[in-house]
Structure formats: structure tokens, C-alpha cells
């Protein structure tokens, strides 16, 4: 980085994009392209149809977020970039990024049109007007259908994380709502791996796109492997010894069933331990908490199942433990693959029990590496007294609605409560209530001087959660 940024290729200033976004990028800390960034930007730039395929945690959100931003004219009231994710969790990852890249630019509303929210709710919030829409193919189609949704406008179509839509069982829905998009648009289609359906999507709704790959990066050199042999009694418990050995302030614990997270979870709840189960079925407002006390770091251990936490974007990730070893080579490398992330190091550590070792050797294979094996009697207690997460997530009853935003929490917080913006995390504002992460040490006082003060100039009831 100690190029002058004219000349480095790497420096988003090389890109046809308006200052005030350059500068917005700067504010982001945002300082130089990531290699799936600066491979499609100045393509798409240009307006062509693109095809990119790039690792989980790449950086392809801001790839297409800059081009849709490009493409779109803030005072024209109409919907003009629509972009389909998988799940509902994705598309929220998505919106949020896509706001934080748009304040650039004065008023450029986002909304997102997922399943579980009342379709009367998101048709009051089309009906305020919206420029970029993003959501779940199923529920996108159910609006076209009872005309809710207009996209007479648009010129700019993304599908995200593609290959997961088709592994979903989304290919009919995209169909039928690519039909209904204007002819003349630009298609950004985004994808971690590249399964045969993609192609037919590509013929079927691209004009001549251009593809680009980004080699996984060998980042698993950076990713400590290691294998212990267990038994079907001690598996579950193999996971405390693992946790009080390592001390890892965030983890995320795969099973392959939900039956086994429930399990899991109730075990390390009951030994003290912060941990939290992500799986299908939960509600979506359980979800969201369980989520946004994780990507905190107000909950150590996050236990789930591979569908569930697909596509999660959770940066800091000191250890994965594969509770059980996927039957999946492919599926065992995305898991370890969270860890180790942006140059830090990461501990991937599984545990397989005799009937799992032909799965072993097939990530052997697929690894073309042999397996590190440790026993159990090295996983002796370090550190003094329970692993506790270094914050606690504080719940504001009072979210988007109420026109809260994050500012005005962290405002709160650091003006008349006196706390350090160091003692203030993440702050999440969903629709209804905003999570607010604060350092253990002041999480009491917090809390109370959020009850007795003000946020926006109004009373707010504060909790607890988790
Ligand atoms: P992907 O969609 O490829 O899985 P995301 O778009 O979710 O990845 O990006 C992963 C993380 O990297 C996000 O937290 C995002 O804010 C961050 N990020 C993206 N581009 C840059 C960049 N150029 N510099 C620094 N951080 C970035
Ligand atoms: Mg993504």
C-alpha cells in the first residue's frame, strides 16, 4: 500500500465513480478493491452483463452495490435495481451494505420484500416509493402477481449467491420474475461456486456476459486444522473441553442435525457457556436476535446446522468446530473456511468418530492434505474462571419504525451516558428494535442510563438479551 493511489490498481479512486462515493468508500475504511472488486467493477462498469464467481466473504456485495448505485438516478421515484438472495438473512446483509454504499448519495431508499413479514407492511413501504428493491425470489413473485410491485424502471438485475438459489429450488420463481423485468437492463449474476444451472440461466437471461473467476485463495495455510478422535458418549462434551482449552471469543459449532444442535446447546448452557443454536425452524425474529448477539460478540458459541448459516457474513471468527464430520468434502471445506479470515489466523477443529473416518479420508483427498491429529487428554482448562463474550447485547424496543438509527444509539451512548465509542460494538436496527452490543464491564450501567435518558429525544425501554 505504499503506492501512490493514482497508480495503484488496485485503488478504488482508478473507477469511473463520483467523489462523494469515493469519499463515502474512504469513510467505510473501505481503502483498496478486493480481487473480485477490482476484476468486475471496471467491466461493470461499463454496463455489461456479468457473470463473477468468487468466494464466500470476497467482497462481491460492494462489486454489484457500485455498479446498481452507477446505474441509478436518485431523483427518478421508481424502482430501478432489483436484486434476489436466497435467504432472508442475505438479503438484510445485503440491504445494509447496500445503504451504507448509497449515503453518498441523498435519499435513496432500499427496501427489502422477504417471507415472514405481512405483505400489507411491504406494500406500505413500496407505496412510500423505493429505488432499490431486495429480496427472496418467492415473495418478489407473490408481489408481481397482486401487482404491488412495479419494475416498468429498472435497468439493473443482480442474482446473488446464485448457485444457492438453484440448490433452493428457486430456478422457476427467478424464471418467471426475470420475465417480467424490462428487456434493456443490465444482469449481475453472483456466485460462490459454479453448478451446470448457472449456464442456463446465463443463456437464458444475459447478453453476452462476461465471466470472471477468483481462485480461492489459499488462505487454508493460515487455517489450523485439527482432528480428534471421539466417541458417540463424548462427542458432545469433547465441545466444552475444546472451548475451555482454546478460550475463542467467537465459534461457530456445525452439527448435521438439528437435533444435535438442540443438544449441544443445552450441554453448554448448562456449563456455563454463552451459546446460542441457529436452525431451520426457528422464527424469523428468533433468528434475527440469535444472529445479531453472534456477529456482536455477545455470544460465544454459535451452534448450527450448514443450511441455516449459509452465507452468514461474520468477519472476526477465532474457531469453527465441526461437531460431526460432513458426510460432504466440499461442504467441510466451506465450514473451515469461516475461520482464518482477512489474513487473521483461525482454528478448524473436528471431531469424527470411527464410523465417520471414510468421510475423513475423503476431505483428506479433497484437501490433498492428511489430517493433523490431537487426543483428548491435551485439552486441559487454560485461562482463569468461565468463558464469558466480551459484550453484552443491550435490546432498544424501538427500531426502523420509530425512525432510529444508529447514530442516534451510539449518539445516546457516548453523549449524556458518557461511555467511549470503545465501549460501544455493533448496533443492529431491524424494523421494530435495535440491538446494541456494550462491553461487559459497563453493560449495567448502560443499560440503565439508556432507561432513564433519551435516544432522538424520546424515552426508551431498554433489556436485556440472551
Ligand atoms: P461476499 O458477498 O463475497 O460473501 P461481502 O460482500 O459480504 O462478501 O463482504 C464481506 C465483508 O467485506 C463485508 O463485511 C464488507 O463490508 C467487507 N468489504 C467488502 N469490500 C471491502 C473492501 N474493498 N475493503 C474492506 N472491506 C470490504
Ligand atoms: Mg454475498
Redesign the pocket.
Known sequence: MSQAPENNPLDFSQLPLSPATLANLTQL??????PI?AASLPVALLGKDLIAQ?K???????AFALVLLANLNARRFAIQTLVLCPTRELAD?VAQ?VRRLARAEDNIKTVTLCGGVPMRMQNASLEHGAHIVVGTPGRILDHLQRGTLDLTALNTLVLDEADRMLDMGFLDDITTVVKQCPKERQTLLFSATYPDGIDKIARQFMREPQQITVAAQHTESLIEQRFYEVTRANRLSTVALILNHFRPVSTIAFCNTKQQCRELVALLQAQGFSALALYGELEQRERDQVLAQFANRSCSVLVATDVASRGL?I?QLEAVINVDISPDAEVHVHRIGRTGRAGESGLALSLASLDEMGFVGRIEQYQNRESDWHTLDELTPTGSGRLLPPMVTLQILGGRKEKIRAGDVLGALTGDAGFTREQVGKIHVTDFCTFVAVDRAIAHDALERLNNGKVKGKSVKVRFVG
Not at 475504511?29 to 478486493?34: D, L
Not at 464466500?56 to 460492494?62: M, V, Y
Open positions: 475504511g473501505y481503502t483498496a478493491m478486493t472488486q468468487a464466500t466473504g470476497s467482497g462481491k456485495t460492494a446483509q451494505e457474513d468477519t
